[in-house]
């Protein structure tokens, strides 16, 4: 895979943020966001992609986390 150029790297980050202030505006229905999750993953090489939603979702794990919101499931309490 070749590195993005600068004009790619630039549109795949707008695209990202773009997505990640969707989702940030309709945590309740994310579905209002489908457009912009396309518009991410053309932008985007598919390592990036991967990489930006498991960052995403680390974020807000440790936002609860360290709110004391954060709750184990009870499999995980057990052991």
């Known amino acids: ?4 150029s600068m004009k790619e790297r630039q549109a795949c980050w707008g695209a990202w943020d773009e997505y990640w202030k969707c989702l940030d ?3 309740e229905d994310a ?3 489908k457009k912009l999750r396309s518009s991410f993953e053309s932008s985007c090489p598919q390592q990036w992609i ?6 995403r979702d680390y974020l807000k794990f440790k936002e609860k ?4 919101q954060f709750q184990p ?7």
């Open 1 to 4: 895979m070749a590195a993005p």
């Open 25 to 27: 505006e309709n945590t």
């Open 31 to 33: 579905s209002q966001c």
């Open 50 to 55: 991967k990489y930006f939603d498991k960052r």
């Open 65 to 68: 986390f360290e709110a004391g």
């Open 73 to 79: 499931s009870k499999t995980t309490a057990k052991s």
